[in-house]
């Protein structure tokens, strides 16, 4: 299994609401990011868990609350979100280490 | 905070052209990436380089890790139609930064 799976491929949510993106691999990968990338702009970098451990967290907003329970699952819960949060999210995974990230399809979030 | 450069921002070339982007940065990285994106997914690996002047191929693509470790080149071959996309280069050193990206464009 080579893939990153990314659940839901959509989702609209209201300003008062709470959900959560899931993301899961089993590359064996002990490295997972969740990344931000708005329209006609590059993906940027949000959370690093390594070894299931929040090693970076990109001075993400607290409305955004990310979970890794295993090493193939890792969670990106969301809370009184802004309609500027509107964006895909991707999450990624890899070796620990300078190795390539493999990217799940996104989720296509919007706020209303 | 470490920036990649990008260039060119987009093209439109002919099928059957050869393309070159490329990337450079002020910081310098042990692993130089280069991703394509199309509408609606997420980025997908084409080719990683992990040592400085390391040149690899993938079919038709080319990549090179720059000498000073600061820069890379994208060449792809005799372009088709499904080469349309987003391509980005990505520097990492601890985390994976991304340039802004070069919107590929072919005509049939």
């Known amino acids: 299994d080579t893939e990153v799976t990314q659940t839901p491929k959509h989702l609209v949510m209201g300003m008062t609401n709470k959900k959560s993106l899931k993301c899961e691999q089993h590359?064996?990968?002990?490295?997972m990011y969740w990344y931000k990338q708005k329209a006609k702009k590059p993906p940027e970098l949000m959370f690093v868990y390594s070894y299931e451990k929040l090693s970076i967290n990109e001075s993400v907003p607290s409305r955004f609350s990310p979970e890794c329970p295993n090493s193939s699952l890792l969670n990106l819960h969301l809370h009184a979100l802004q309609p500027e949060d509107s964006a895909l999210y991707l999450c990624?995974?890899?070796?620990?280490?300078?190795?390539?990230?493999?990217f799940g399809s996104g989720t296509r979030l919007t706020v209303v | 905070g470490q920036q990649l450069n990008q260039s060119p921002q987009s093209m439109f070339i002919q099928e059957g052209e050869d393309v070159s982007m490329n990337c450079t940065s002020s910081?310098?990285?042990?692993?130089w990436l280069w991703y394509k994106q199309d509408p609606g997914e997420g980025p997908v690996l084409l080719i990683a380089?992990?040592?400085?002047?390391e040149l690899t191929s993938n079919g038709r693509l080319t990549a090179q890790f720059g000498i000073t470790r600061k820069d890379s080149f994208l060449n792809i071959s005799a372009s088709i139609p499904s080469d349309v996309g987003i391509y980005f280069c990505?520097?990492?050193?601890?985390?994976?930064?991304f340039g802004q990206g070069t919107t590929l464009q072919v005509k049939p």
């Open positions: 380089l992990y040592k400085a002047g």
């Open positions: 990624a995974s890899s070796q620990v280490g300078d190795y390539g990230y493999t």
């Open positions: 910081s310098i990285f042990n692993t």
């Open positions: 590359m064996g990968h002990r490295a």
């Open positions: 990505a520097g990492l050193e601890g985390k994976l930064i």
